[in-house]
């Protein structure tokens, strides 16, 4: 008999989920859509709270993206304060960009920036801490 499989948390399954390919496609194509507002959304914030991001540093690239749009999110040269977690964000923008190119994808990806932002704000408001 084969030794059970290691526990592993939401957390961590969600963390190693491929926020770029579902951004990428989830911001075109309908039928990703749920998927990168669920489980996707889920893990960027997974993600980016392990890293320390404000939400309000989310809401604010969320803007950036409605003004100036992906390319030019992701073109910033610290999208978020901190270095590591601006590459993350910068990665994730810089392969939507590629393909999601219309206003309308634009505006989602921004719609979906401030949906990861709620879901960091979430997961610190239960751990006791200031969202």
């Known amino acids: 008999m084969s030794p059970a499989p290691e526990s592993r948390s939401d957390d961590e399954v969600l963390a190693g989920t491929d926020v770029t390919l579902l951004l990428r496609y989830g911001l075109t194509e309908e039928a990703f859509r749920t998927a990168l507002f669920g489980d996707g959304a889920i893990a960027a914030a997974v ?48 392969g939507a960009a590629q393909t999601a190119t219309t206003p309308e994808a634009e505006t989602r990806a921004a719609r979906w920036l401030e949906a990861v932002a709620e879901i960091v704000a979430l997961r610190r408001s239960a751990r006791g801490g200031t969202a």
């Open 47 to 94: 993600t980016l709270d392990r890293l320390g991001v404000l939400p309000r540093s989310l809401v604010f690239v969320a803007e950036i993206v409605r003004s100036g749009g992906l390319a030019y999110a992701a073109g910033l040269p610290e999208p978020l304060p901190s270095p590591e977690p601006a590459a993350v964000l910068r990665d994730w923008l810089s």
